[in-house]
């Protein structure tokens, strides 16, 4: 039998287990097979020197779940009673942060141990230094602080409330969240509609999770995300990037991207891209094909251990909306209104999500070269293919040749340039004949307003 099923069996009852009467099922060390070599050598420490101070110290969230599912875990979160201050002082390599949520990162070198003290229901409390909440209901302060049961009914879905105690070994699972892992299932815990008023975002955890565990969506939990999207509105946009580089550059960008549509939430992540893809005219749906194939190219490399860019990304995805506002600008050559529309896209679309600079420039490299890389007469070629966007420049043409536009075999041409010998190169160059003349902008505008 499975561990899981076996777990299942016990929590029904086949077997005994403790189980207060609205409490907790709790899982001995001998019933479950997660090990202390599962989890970091940080996190143990992080969770062996809270216990050593009185404190209580739990592994939660995606560190059981993952772990529980024979998956590595990203990150180690840890849950405790000791408040941020206490735990503060307890890591000399640790920094409080957030104000919306304040928590502890404990920092070994490039890993950062996420330590939570326990909350409570923001309703326990009347003070509005502690907890505030929107006139939506959206939770804007949570820093009422409670017990480890408090802390588990605040979480979003089931398979994210278990504890993994660091005193005795044992899993507290508080709201089935053992079976829920058994049956791939995806469950709120609470009502539903009201939690994702507290908290939209959860409703992009929800797809994330279901994309990357390859979980269903429970029902009652799926039902009000068709409607709810417009509550994605007032998120900050620095929030919904972050948010945003997790469902989509996490690995399973493409299975993520159906959920999205499905449940109408694209739209209120990439407003334009969703639009463009509504409003495709071409025969065989290039737009939505050039999206899919950017977001399942991204899920290879990610799979094979390669590096993986929101520039790219992001590009790839307003590619067919910055070509919508080229084809309304007139009276500017092809440089300049290339400059002036992704200029209008970004503004538009840093409204939902943040894009830092460090990504939007080589966004727009990518998409200037788009406009070079056909020009490839006299010494330009050589100077293309040694400029420093070259790379993601010429995979972003394969994916647009891939996707149904017609290049006339620009990415063929790249490919083979790129890997020429001097004299082949000299040969490719000589055999494209004379540049085409230079386009100019008409010198008398012709009547147009919407410029
Ligand atoms: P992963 O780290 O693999 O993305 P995770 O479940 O660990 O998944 P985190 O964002 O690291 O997700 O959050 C850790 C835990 O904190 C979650 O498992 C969940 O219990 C809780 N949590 C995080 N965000 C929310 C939220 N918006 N509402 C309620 N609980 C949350
Ligand atoms: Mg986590």
Request: aromatic residues 8%; positive net charge.
């Amino acid at each position: 039998m499975g561990f899981i099923s076996k777990l299942v069996n016990m929590v029904k009852g086949d077997q005994p287990v403790t189980a207060a009467p609205s409490g907790p099922t709790i899982i001995t060390r001998d019933d479950h097979d997660i090990s202390r070599r599962d989890i970091s050598d940080n996190a143990l420490k992080v969770l062996y020197r809270l216990k050593d101070a009185g404190f209580q110290g739990f592994l939660v969230g995606g560190g059981v779940r993952d772990i529980l599912l024979g998956k590595q875990p990203k990150d180690f979160d840890i849950a405790t009673n000791a408040h941020p201050e206490q735990v503060h002082k307890l890591f000399r390599n640790s920094i409080l942060i957030g104000r919306r949520f304040r928590l502890v990162h404990v920092r070994f070198g490039r890993e950062v141990i996420e330590v939570a003290t326990f909350r409570a229901s923001h309703l326990s409390s009347d003070n509005s230094n502690q907890a505030k909440q929107s006139e939506s209901g959206m939770l804007l302060r949570d820093n009422v602080y409670g017990t480890v049961d408090d802390d588990a009914m605040r979480r979003d879905f089931t398979i994210n409330a278990m504890y993994y105690n660091i005193n005795g070994f044992t899993i507290h699972d508080f709201a089935g969240g053992i079976e829920d892992i058994a049956k791939r299932s995806i469950r709120m815990i609470g009502d539903p509609q009201a939690r994702y008023r507290e908290d939209p975002v959860r409703m992009l955890r929800a797809i994330r999770f279901a994309a990357k565990l390859d979980f269903e969506i429970e029902s009652a939990t799926a039902k009000p995300m068709h409607t709810l999207g417009h509550l994605l509105e007032p998120i900050p946009a620095a929030r919904m990037f972050e948010e945003v580089l997790k469902l989509l550059l996490s690995g399973h960008g493409e299975q993520t991207y159906y959920l999205l549509r499905d449940y109408d939430l694209f739209k209120c992540l990439f407003p334009a891209t969703d639009a463009a893809i509504e409003n495709d005219e071409t025969p065989d749906y290039q737009v939505e094909e050039f999206v899919v194939l950017a977001l399942r190219n991204s899920d290879e490399r990610i799979a094979q251990g390669k590096s993986v860019t929101p520039a790219y990304l992001f590009a790839a995805l307003l590619w067919h909306p910055l070509q919508q506002r080229l084809s309304q600008i007139r009276n500017m050559p092809p440089i300049p209104a290339m400059h002036q529309a992704a200029q209008d896209i970004i503004l538009q679309q840093v409204k939902r999500t943040s894009i830092p600079r460090r990504f939007s420039t080589p966004m727009k490299e990518i998409w200037d070269m788009q406009l070079r890389l056909p020009r490839r007469h006299g010494n330009k070629a050589l100077e293309l293919v040694e400029s420093k966007r070259f790379r993601a420049a010429y995979d972003f043409v394969l994916l647009r040749e891939a996707s149904g536009e017609g290049l006339d075999n620009l990415g063929q041409w790249w490919t083979e340039y790129q890997f020429a010998s001097s004299q082949r190169r000299e040969q490719m160059t000589k055999e494209l004949g004379k540049p085409a003349p230079k386009k100019r902008a008409p010198k008398k505008p012709k009547v147009n307003q919407d410029g």
